[in-house]
Every structure is written in structure tokens, then in C-alpha cells.
């Protein structure tokens, strides 16, 4: 059990979300478009549907609290899929506006999925030197 703990302390964390949950939140947004045109088709099978169609009214959902417009939220999720930067966005903002919006857009979309739990954010903030 030791060794789990070591491995789990030693993975880097940035504002008190893991590595990993970043990647996960990525790898999400990255399927996004592929899992809105298989609902579309409807050739998967339902249970598979409904889970596409679970984890993309969550994603779209997340988006959408923090981005006025539709286009943006869209925007924003296909940037975090691609993991594209402020060099090659698309959007027409400040550098500081677009990291902070994109940040609060995959923060929410990591929330609204239960794979980020706020209380701990708050936490590892708060014990940050």
C-alpha cells in the first residue's frame, strides 16, 4: 500500500486538479464531436446512446455556464480536445482572458462530470503556501 501512496503524491498536480483529470477532461472533449454525430446517426446501440448522450449534455452543459454564446462553448471544448493553446485559437481575445475562460471551462467540465470534487479544489488551495 505503501508504494500506492508514493506514486499517487509523486503525480504533478496543478491548482489542486491531477494530471490525470486534466488528460481525462481532453480526451473527453477530443470525442465530443464524434460521440454528437453517432447520436445524430442513432446507429449505435441505445445503451451506448444514451451514454454519449450522458457525457455530452454534461460537457455542453459545463461549456455553457461559463461561455455566453454557443459557439464559444463549442469552441472552447474543441480547443481542450485538440489541447490547442492561445498561439493557435481560434477566439479573439486576450492571452489572460482565453486561459482563464478555457481553464474555468474544463474545471466546470471535470465538476460536472463528479471527477473533480470541489471541496478538495478548495482544500489543496487553501494549504498552498
Known amino acids: 500500500m505503501e508504494g500506492i501512496h508514493k506514486k499517487e503524491d509523486s503525480v504533478r498536480v496543478q491548482e489542486g486538479v491531477p ?6 477532461a481532453a480526451a473527453l472533449c477530443a470525442d ?21 448522450e450522458y457525457l455530452n449534455r ?13 459557439e464559444d462553448a463549442l469552441g472552447f471544448i474543441e480547443e481542450i480536445g485538440a489541447k490547442r493553446g492561445y498561439a493557435k485559437s481560434r477566439f479573439t481575445v486576450s492571452e489572460k482572458t482565453y486561459k482563464v475562460k478555457k481553464r474555468e471551462v474544463k474545471l466546470n467540465i471535470l465538476r460536472r462530470l463528479y471527477l473533480l470534487d470541489e471541496a478538495r479544489l478548495e482544500k489543496r488551495k487553501e494549504e498552498k503556501p
Open 32 to 52: 465530443y464531436f464524434r460521440r454528437e454525430r453517432a447520436i445524430e446517426e442513432g446507429t449505435e446501440p441505445l445503451r451506448v446512446r444514451m451514454e454519449y
Open 19 to 24: 494530471e490525470s483529470a486534466e488528460a481525462l
Open 58 to 70: 454534461r460537457i455542453y452543459t459545463a461549456a455553457r455556464e461559463i461561455c455566453e454564446k454557443e
